[in-house]
């Protein structure tokens, strides 16, 4: 039997099915995006239906909803994705892909069936078994035939056959560690050389070397995100915007568990003043590395130009001095300069 909030859900998402069928409809980059917008807010109230929240919204609201057992955890998965789609189709200039269309349809699909499933069926089922295995009797299976049961008259020839099979064991477990460390340090040296060539080239200011260092790592390894970094760091810094936000929103996509990464796309999403896809993007840089001071510092720049100074001066305290703290004054006086730096 449905709950009151599983009608609810239901209900809203039955009115959001417009803007999902929207979708598939072939339109302009940006009538596409803001369809996908459009469509993650309609599965997004049926979330806070599902959840008797009018408040949560985005990954919060997913993880309360996750940690209630009222999605599995392949739902949550689907709908991380949704929800990265919607605020990629957020940023100016962002046209929607084949991908980002069809992440958003399985999200539908996975909500229609999360609205209709007894709830608890997947966490509490599985800690259940978990639990009950935990608890099982000892096996009274009969000792392996290959190694029996010795008396006091065989326990000395026993013992050495234990002794060769731990040597044996041990012998095993040095090689796998040392083909692991072989294998990490063989991955180093396949980085591209031109990585070395950029870092350097950036750290003395010669631009127009780094750039084309990593522009040439990024076409041979297109699976690494920091040569995209290093790209849309630069065009941030130099005002390109839009290739500032082609880079940073690659270097995401490919290496999505990269701090860096999402701590310089949330610099660009500053520096543009999309303040709350900011405020996301920070805080996701800071979950990955909570020791960040320059995530930290520019978190709380974010969260004074939205209005929480309290809230704003807590990360300022955990980051300590640096170049965030001029976003963090009182805002000039009519006609005076602005102070605020770009992120970095």
Request: charged letters at 20%; one cysteine or more.
């Amino acid at each position: 039997m449905l709950t009151t909030g599983q009608r609810n859900a239901r209900a809203a998402l039955d009115a959001a099915r417009a803007s999902f069928d929207a979708l598939d409809s072939a339109v302009p980059p940006d009538e596409g995006a803001s369809r996908l917008v459009a469509a993650w807010m309609g599965a997004e109230e049926a979330l806070r239906a599902l959840a008797g929240s009018a408040t949560l919204t985005g990954m919060a609201l997913v993880r309360e909803l996750r940690q209630r057992n009222l999605l599995t955890l392949d739902d949550a998965h689907a709908l991380v994705d949704f929800h990265a789609a919607a605020e990629r189709a957020a940023t100016p200039g962002y046209a929607p892909t084949a991908a980002d269309v069809a992440v958003a349809r399985a999200s539908y699909d996975t909500l229609s069936a999360a609205v209709v499933r007894e709830p608890g069926i997947d966490g509490y089922a599985t800690g259940q078994r978990a639990a009950g295995a935990a608890t099982a009797p000892p096996s009274t299976v009969s000792p392996n035939p290959a190694e029996p049961v010795t008396d006091a008259s065989t326990a000395g020839a026993a013992a050495p056959r234990r002794n060769l099979l731990g040597a044996l064991l041990l012998g095993a477990a040095l090689v796998a560690v040392l083909g692991a460390g072989a294998f990490y340090f063989s991955q180093r040296s396949n980085e591209p050389s031109e990585l070395a060539t950029g870092r350097r080239a950036y750290a003395a200011g010669d631009r127009a070397t780094a750039r084309n260092a990593f522009s040439l790592a990024a076409s041979e390894q297109p699976t690494l995100a920091e040569p995209h970094i290093y790209l849309g760091r630069m065009a941030r810094e130099e005002g390109n915007f839009p290739v500032a936000s082609e880079h940073l929103r690659r270097a995401v996509e490919v290496e999505p568990g990269n701090a860096l990464a999402m701590r310089e796309l949330a610099g660009y999403l500053l520096a543009t003043g999309q303040l709350e896809l900011a405020r996301t993007f920070y805080e996701r840089a800071i979950r990955l590395d909570p020791q960040d001071r320059t995530a930290l510092g520019f978190m709380g720049c974010t969260l004074f130009r939205l209005g929480r100074p309290d809230l704003a001066q807590r990360f300022a305290s955990r980051a300590g001095p640096g170049s965030w703290q001029q976003c963090l004054q009182p805002a000039p006086m009519p006609g005076a300069p602005a102070q605020a730096p770009p992120p970095r």
